[in-house]
């Protein structure tokens, strides 16, 4: 619809008019020199201007500022640039004030067509759409996606978390699965060595305790082939007998390797009764009573018997960290010292140290016993704690060591750990709990210090 007060005698053809007020979109047509010559009813409501209100009263030709002012126009004249470039230009996003005093503001998108006449430009048309709508739309949907993509790095870091814990409680699990297969293993082992061990018991006893009256009864019998040698009253053919038959029997050797096959069965007898010893102590069999013990005295005392073993080219260093004392049995610690700390020196060749170092962490006092000597094959780590197995020559210990050792902590209501390097060396880490085991717990009774290398 024209505006009879819009400017005249222009020269936009009539057919480009028609098309700008049929236009749905606010459309408004400019002549060269950017005065408005028509405008549509959906400019006139975007511009605020009612039905009836002739905006160029009292003013003359207005100018497209004068109606609607775009952001870009400040810096760029987007009709100058599309008349002068002489075709269409699109101009998105742009902040346009309208209204009394422009106090109106929103977002639109411009769309300037340059329009010819007799061979030249002769003005142009500027079509608008309000995206304000559309951008809140867009700003909606991009807070949403915002809210979206935190919500995803949310789950993402909670299942992350959760999977992290799933996968701690499985390595728990599992390493409690096998802590409890390994002293289900023990605990059946536990019996039948009990059981192998009372009755080895009973005869070892009989040999170990007749020896000492073996002996006494050699002596007396060869003290009484002495006396009827040394008799006067024997006559020569009688002596020479006697001598005859000494000679034969080879009397001395007899005498001579008669102490020897006692003694031999002596020592023989004890060798037994400690390994019986050491199986006692893996089938828990009887109790002792606990007392509050100062570890660190402890390892002195372990420390001073066993100080041969360190005076060539291995030391033996301690550290002790720990000053509370500990409920437990002292002479099994004590023990559990000794197997450790022995096994740790006969694993090294040539020179090393030991070091034994005393420590507390939270309610549970820690021993921890390093070598640098050859270390255990992975393939053998799982074995340690297996009565009978070592890795020392054959004849060299019984493989009682570590064996002994663990069901001493156990008893305690404590766990022991080896972690090993082939060519590194051997750390034994033992944690016992400074209250002592639970008052239901059953304490091996004292075994002897076997120390098998694992």
């Known amino acids: 619809m024209d505006d009879p007060r819009q400017a005249e005698g222009t020269e936009i053809p009539e057919l480009v008019r028609t098309a700008v007020s049929a236009l749905p979109d606010p459309a408004v047509i400019l002549d060269a020199e950017l005065k408005v010559v028509h405008f549509n009813q959906a400019y006139r409501r975007m511009a605020g201007l009612n039905a009836l209100e ?24 987007a009709a100058r640039a599309c008349i002068r470039q002489g075709r269409s230009l699109s101009f998105h996003e742009v902040r346009c004030a309208a209204g009394p005093e422009k106090a109106s503001t929103f977002n639109v998108q411009v769309t300037c ?7 030249g430009p002769v003005g142009m048309v500027e079509i ?15 807070r949403l996606l915002d809210l979206q993509r935190h919500a995803n790095l949310e789950l993402d870091r909670l299942v992350h978390e959760r999977t992290a814990e799933l996968r701690q409680s499985l390595e728990e699990l599992q390493k409690t699965r096998e802590q409890l297969v390994q002293a289900e293993k023990l605990r059946s082992l536990g019996e039948l060595v009990a059981g192998i061990a009372h009755e080895i018991n009973n005869p070892v006893n009989f040999i170990y305790g007749n020896t000492p009256f073996l002996k006494e009864h050699f002596a007396a019998l060869f003290g009484l082939l002495d006396l009827v040698g040394e008799l006067k009253s024997l006559s020569s053919t009688d ?24 003694r031999t069965f ?12 050491g199986l006692r102590t893996i089938g828990r069999v009887g109790g002792v009573e606990m007392e509050a013990t100062d570890l660190g005295e402890c390892l002195s005392a372990t420390a001073a018997i066993l100080a041969p ?15 509370e004392t500990v409920r437990c049995n002292p002479s099994q610690i004590g023990q559990l010292m000794t197997n450790l700390i022995k096994n740790a020196r006969e694993a090294i060749c040539g020179p090393g140290a030991v070091d034994v170092s005393l420590s507390r962490q939270d309610t549970h006092a820690l021993l921890v016993v390093v070598d640098n000597g050859a270390g255990i094959p992975p393939e053998m780590l799982p074995r340690v704690f297996d ?24 008893a305690h209501g404590g766990t022991i750990e080896v972690d090993s390097t082939v060519g590194k060396g051997t750390r034994v880490t033992v944690k016992l709990p400074l209250e002592g085991p639970p008052a239901s717990a059953e304490v091996a009774a004292p075994a002897a210090t076997d120390s098998d290398r694992r």
């Open 266 to 277: 002596h020592v023989a007898a004890e060798r037994i009764a400690h390994i019986v010893r």
């Open 113 to 119: 067509f340059p329009v010819a006449s007799g061979g």
């Open 309 to 323: 073993l360190f005076k060539e080219e291995v030391r033996l260093e301690q550290k002790v960290e720990l000053g």
């Open 239 to 262: 002596r020479g007998r006697f001598e005859a038959a000494a000679e034969a029997a080879d009397l001395a050797f007899i005498r001579n390797d008669a102490e020897k096959l006692i």
């Open 54 to 77: 002739d905006p160029a009263k009292g003013r003359g030709a207005l100018l497209c500022t004068d109606l609607l002012e775009l952001e870009i126009c400040r810096t760029t004249c």
């Open 387 to 410: 009565p009978f197995f070592t890795t020392k020559p054959v004849g060299v210990g019984q493989g009682l060591g570590l064996a002994i050792c663990y069901s001493i902590a156990k």
């Open 128 to 142: 608008y759409r309000d995206t304000t709508a559309e951008r809140h739309v867009q700003e909606r949907f991009q």
